[in-house]
């Protein structure tokens, strides 16, 4: 089981990006997006639930940040609008085999098992 992200690199301020995920080796109900800048935690950012189809994500980045997957594909996809300083990070994804009843994401990065390799995303000023 392999997770590789890719699409990380140099943005303005206000620019976009879009980070991919692409898992091998089974697929995944949860997959995730953590970011961790220098000398911080690693923090969520957001997530997809494949059954039942939802989202959550970080307050810091609604409205800014947008997952998707292409179940075909078995990737997820992070776009990132309106980009700002503070969202310069190593950006992970995720994915854990837990299962919850209803809507609900676990936050923590304890509570994933399988992690992708990480790609930096910095946005200047």
């Known amino acids: 089981v392999q997770l590789q992200a890719s699409g990380g690199g140099l943005a303005q301020v206000g620019g976009s990006l879009r980070l991919s995920c692409a898992a091998s080796g089974r697929t995944f109900n949860v997959m995730a997006w953590f970011q961790q800048a220098p000398g911080k935690e690693r923090e969520f950012v957001g997530a997809?639930?494949?059954?039942?189809?939802?989202?959550r994500y970080a307050d810091s980045v609604k409205g800014r940040f947008t997952i998707s997957r292409d179940n075909a594909n078995n990737t997820m996809y992070l776009q990132m609008n309106s980009l700002k300083p503070e969202d310069t990070a190593v950006y992970y994804c995720?994915?854990?085999?837990?299962?919850?009843?209803?809507?609900?994401?676990?936050?923590?990065?304890?509570?994933?098992?399988?992690w992708g390799q990480g790609t930096l995303v910095t946005v200047s000023s």
């Open positions: 997809m639930s494949r059954s039942p189809d939802f989202t």
């Open positions: 995720a994915a854990t085999t837990i299962s919850y009843s209803g809507y609900y994401i676990n936050k923590s990065p304890s509570r994933y098992g399988y």
